[in-house]
């Protein structure tokens, strides 16, 4: 599916997380929280089902949701890149990960995540690694001492992998 498109969602998933909670409009954080988990994302469309199902405004569901960055309104990728650029990751070129990243995957900086949904990648201030910089994290897995060149294996083995994966 190309990211753009609105796919039509089955609120099944979303009913029963509301239920779980009582639709306790109190507990609008661990509702939301366990829908980005099912989603990657909050997607509009349920943001303003949850709103009618808790009886509360969607300005307010949608102040929560932007008000804490735990929670995205966009689509994210199945691999999310996190690229330090603190201090020591900086001084050892972090900027040159970002630029091979963008270019291996069609990026910039008003584009972050892949038409195939496979990959987002985002800039992060510090991931406290510096011991290991330049450091960028895919997922959870921490990746240090990184250049341009074993940036790239690491992408195109993922790629490789999804392309197994499929086969």
């Known amino acids: 599916m190309v990211m753009n498109e609105q796919p039509i969602r089955n609120f099944d998933t979303v009913c029963e997380i509301l239920d779980r909670y009582e639709k306790n409009p109190n507990k609008l954080i661990p509702i939301l929280q ?5 989603y990657s994302y909050l997607p509009e469309d349920i943001m303003t089902f949850v709103s ?3 009886g509360i405004s ?6 929560v949701a932007t008000f804490y960055s735990h929670f995205t309104l966009e689509p994210k990728g199945k691999y999310i890149i996190k690229v330090c650029d603190g201090t020591a990751c900086h001084v050892k070129k972090s900027d040159l990960l970002l630029d091979v990243i963008e270019k291996e995957l ?3 900086k008003n584009k972050k995540t ?7 990648l ?7 690694a510096c011991g290991l910089a330049p450091v960028l994290v ?22 490789e992998a999804e392309k197994n994966e499929q086969n």
């Open 138 to 159: 895919i997922n959870d897995k921490v990746h240090g001492l990184m250049t341009a060149e074993n940036t790239l294996a690491l992408i195109n083995g993922i790629k």
């Open 34 to 38: 366990d829908i980005q988990e099912q």
């Open 52 to 54: 009618t199902a808790l």
């Open 122 to 128: 985002e800039t992060v201030a510090c991931l406290g």
């Open 114 to 120: 892949t038409d195939d949904g496979l990959f987002t």
């Open 58 to 63: 969607s300005s307010t569901v949608y102040g």
């Open 106 to 108: 069609g990026l910039h």
